[in-house]
């Protein structure tokens, strides 16, 4: 049962999207050799506290809860790393993934950034990932089905020369952060049994997580971290995006209106 969301719903997760947008902005700009992963967590959990946000991985049950608002990933880490005590060095590449809850509703984001200067391989791994998701919602407003989308994007990621991680997919979203259909960034046949109709007043996570070498993960003994089976780099970029009978909304994107300043300015100064 996938849900389409109303203009006013889409209005009220466009600000979960902008809490999450400025949770980004915040930890990009710690992002250098010598920080810690814990300390770009932190950085995006008082975010989430000025707005009074819930986030929405701290607690996620597992073998362990997750314990963090932020999965904080480095080089060979696909997804779902914990922050802690890692300092990042020159040359690492380093996935942030973080949503909260405000006022109901959800917003998910993900970034992958190069920490001070990486080797050109790297950076095209990051320019591709990057380029796969924007190829995703440029493709949205014009085809009838998510596998046709998903089907170009897997052919953009092979004719780079990297690989689709298949383990994971991306997610409708609303009220909570993981709801039906699943949004994988490949084609085959489990793909097409599950496909949707892209209409207006859908919502999804779009999340392509591409490996530079071969596409098989593996989990870490810590029940959370998930990395490359052949050690090699991972980057991931996620954005929360409505389909509008106007084209395609990217609620997790950076204020554009007046309107939306004002909101963000308004809810950080509420007590």
């Not at 701290?58 to 932020?70: E, N, Y």
């Not at 909260?100 to 950076?123: F, K, Y």
Request: glycine share 10%; proline share 6%; net charge neutral.
């Amino acid at each position: 049962m996938v849900n389409l969301r109303s203009a006013r719903e889409i209005r009220l997760m466009r600000r979960a999207g902008l809490v999450v947008w400025q949770a980004h902005e915040a930890a990009a700009r710690l992002i250098r050799p010598g920080v810690t992963t814990g300390e770009l967590d932190a950085a995006v959990e008082a975010v989430f506290q000025r707005y009074d946000a819930t986030p929405l991985f701290k607690g996620v049950p597992g073998k362990i809860p997750f314990p963090a608002a932020t999965c904080v990933s480095v080089n060979e880490e696909v997804v779902h790393g914990i922050p802690g005590k890692r300092v990042l060095k020159e040359g690492d590449i380093v996935s942030l993934d973080t949503g909260c809850r405000v006022g109901g509703w959800c917003g998910d984001a993900a970034r992958t950034h190069a920490v001070g200067t990486v080797v050109p391989e790297v950076q095209r791994l990051l320019d591709v990932t990057r380029g796969t998701l924007e190829l995703a919602i440029e493709l949205l407003p014009k085809q009838a089905l998510w596998s046709e989308v998903a089907e170009r994007l897997a052919r953009f990621v092979r004719e780079s020369g990297f690989s689709v991680v298949d383990q994971f997919v991306g997610h409708g979203i609303g009220r909570d952060m993981h709801e039906p259909p699943q949004v994988p960034n490949f084609c085959n046949a489990t793909t097409r049994r599950n496909d949707f109709r892209l209409r207006p007043g859908l919502v999804l996570a779009i999340e392509p997580m591409v490996n530079m070498g071969k596409k098989q993960v593996v989990g870490r003994s810590d029940h959370w971290t998930q990395v490359t089976a052949d050690g090699k780099p991972s980057a991931h970029f996620e954005h929360t995006v409505a389909l509008t009978s106007s084209g395609c909304q990217v609620l997790t994107g950076p204020p554009v209106t007046d309107e939306e300043h004002g909101w963000l300015n308004e809810a950080r100064a509420a007590p």
